[in-house]
């Protein structure tokens, strides 16, 4: 009880500037994660993939994980990301990019899969284009006969997206996009695209690091960056981008 | 896909784990350790194998690979700090939905709540062996690490490797 009380009062100064992860039924109940990710929450759902499959969730009751669907997205190759946008779903794999629809959220439905080379790739969406890396990774076999690219897919049909530009890149990974930014890992570099037009990316910066990039997330003007020495972050606005803190 | 991905290691590699001339050995832990294991170290620890990102609200989740998740205040992009570290062994992944933190405990799903006012950890909620199980850092388990061919009740929680003479 004398804890209860202590949380109230502190409530006031504390929670309203340190909210708790269990305040609510407000869009800040999920989060943002990077293009890398692996799990994704909407609503009362929670998305995973895993090697071959696509599995759903049900967590409306928070003491348990209730499987609701299991699906077998690819059997010769590796689910990789999982992004979500709207009602649907983007999952990278080895062999190519999935879109899946959520009209059932207990059980999505596969929409289409675009194929490419077998490469490693995490895909980002924006309006009607996603973007998607493709990497060769010679520590795995299974993307060392990759290339190293950045694809532009139109979406807008779900059922027959089709490519609208190619880009080499040395060896990207993770990839963020929001307004007329666009955020790619690639080797030892962070590079910066402008995509005010997406049919016609044009570089801003490239800047070296002292380590590799892993992945980011680009949101309200702030990039964060996971590399392998730890974390940045810049804001960016225009054809600005200022790197403002670094943590190990 | 692991019985390929085994054919294919037992064949290439006469069944040691050695691609591109590195080796790995998986870190073990018993199934009633991995269930209790979760927890909020109070100090922060200095990130060493950062993985996968995460915002939510004013603070940054980080992954470090395989051990669990740095807790960031980031109230101020330009001085974020380190408040806490998440204990997580086996940890790759994480996502938040309905306010509750969900992370990969090895082959466990586990739900975590938070509060991010008095930093404390509470599980909620797991689903044993939810997921498939930890890949070495080639894309595999091999063979002689596979369930059959290591102690009873342990589960993968990680990697390490060793330098092959391969």
Redesign the interface.
């Known amino acids: 009880m004398k804890k209860m009380i202590l949380?109230l009062a502190?409530?006031g100064i504390?929670?309203s500037?340190?909210?708790?992860?269990?305040?609510?039924?407000d869009s800040?109940?999920?989060?943002?994660?990077?293009s890398?990710?692996?799990?994704?929450?909407?609503?009362?759902?929670?998305y995973?993939v895993?090697?071959?499959y696509l599995?759903t969730?049900d967590?409306?009751d928070?003491?348990?994980?209730?499987?609701t669907s299991r699906i077998l997205s690819d059997?010769?190759n590796?689910i990789e990301t999982i992004f979500p946008k709207d009602s649907l779903l983007f999952l990278g794999s080895t062999s190519g990019m999935y879109i899946y629809n959520l009209k059932d959220p207990a059980t999505p439905k596969f929409v289409y899969l675009y194929t490419h080379v077998t490469s490693c790739d995490p895909v980002v969406v924006q309006g009607k284009y996603a973007y998607v890396t493709l990497r060769t990774d010679?520590?795995?076999?299974?993307c060392s006969r990759g290339v190293d690219q950045l694809e532009v897919i139109d979406i807008s049909k779900t059922n027959a997206p089709k490519n609208v530009g190619t880009y080499p890149m040395v060896n990207p990974r993770g990839l963020g996009i929001d307004g007329t930014h666009l955020f790619i890992c690639d080797g030892m570099d962070l590079l910066v695209m402008d995509a005010t037009d997406p049919l016609a990316l044009t570089e801003i910066k490239r800047m070296e690091l002292d380590g590799t990039p892993?992945?980011?997330?680009a949101?309200n003007g702030?990039l964060?960056l996971?590399?392998?020495?730890?974390?940045k972050?810049y804001?960016y606005s225009n054809d600005t981008i200022q790197e403002?803190?670094t943590?190990? | 896909?692991?019985k390929?991905l085994l054919l294919?290691a037992i064949v290439l590699f006469s069944g040691s784990d050695v691609?591109?001339g590195?080796s790995y050995i998986p870190m073990l832990m018993d199934r009633s350790q991995l269930e209790a294991s979760v927890q909020m170290v109070a100090s922060s620890m200095?990130?060493r194998t950062?993985?996968?990102?995460?915002?939510?609200?004013?603070w940054?989740?980080?992954v470090e690979q395989y051990k669990g998740i740095h807790l960031?205040d980031?109230?101020d992009?330009?001085?974020?700090v380190?408040k806490a570290f998440l204990r997580v062994p086996g940890c790759?992944?994480?996502?938040?939905?309905?306010?509750?933190?969900?992370v990969?405990n090895a082959v466990d799903?586990?739900?975590i709540?938070?509060?991010?006012?008095s930093l404390q950890a509470h599980e909620?909620?797991?689903?044993k062996k939810?997921?498939?199980e930890i890949n070495s850092?080639?894309?595999y388990v091999p063979w002689e690490f596979s369930r059959i061919n290591r102690p009873a009740n342990t589960e993968i929680v990680g990697w390490t490797n060793k330098t092959a003479i391969l």
């Open positions: 949380l502190l409530s504390l929670f500037c340190d909210p708790s992860f269990d305040n609510g039924s800040s109940s999920s989060g943002t994660g990077g890398m990710a692996k799990f994704t929450c909407i609503g009362n759902h929670l995973v895993d090697e071959s599995q969730f967590i409306s928070s003491t348990k994980i209730t499987r059997w010769s590796r010679y520590d795995t076999w299974s892993y992945d980011v997330i949101k702030i964060t996971s590399y392998s020495l730890g974390l972050q804001s403002i803190s943590i190990y | 896909m692991k390929l294919f691609y591109n590195v200095p990130i950062p993985g996968r990102i995460y915002v939510y609200q004013n940054l989740l980080l960031i980031n109230t992009p330009a001085h974020p380190r790759q992944s994480m996502a938040v939905g309905n306010g509750i933190l969900y990969d799903l586990v739900g709540k938070i509060d991010l006012g909620v909620a797991r689903n939810a997921l498939p850092p080639n894309g």
